[in-house]
């Protein structure tokens, strides 16, 4: 069965990482395992990069980079502020 789209993307796929960090209290982590990175990363983090798997015949079918806004203070939190196709 296959899901509702929104431009080429799951309907599904982007309410499952809604409802995820809507249902865990943010919290800030280590994103960087560099040790150069490590002092640089501080607090909330702005946003939450997903990539989207394409389906033929549905958009432009291309896979993509779906930015979503996770920072709760944001008048567009938990809303897709931009996404990139990604040809092969």
Not at 28 to 45: F, H, R, V, W
Not at 67 to 77: E, G, K, L
């Amino acid at each position: 069965m296959r899901g509702i789209q929104i431009r080429g993307v799951c309907a599904a796929t982007i309410l499952g990482f809604l409802a995820l960090i809507g249902a865990v209290p943010a919290a800030a982590d280590e994103t960087c395992n560099s040790p150069y990175m490590g002092n640089l990363i501080k607090g909330q983090e702005d946003y939450l990069y997903v990539w989207a798997l394409g389906v033929k015949g549905l958009g432009d079918g291309a896979d993509k980079l779906v930015t979503i806004d996770v920072n709760p203070a944001s008048s567009r939190y938990g809303k897709v502020i931009n996404k990139v196709s990604v040809r092969g």
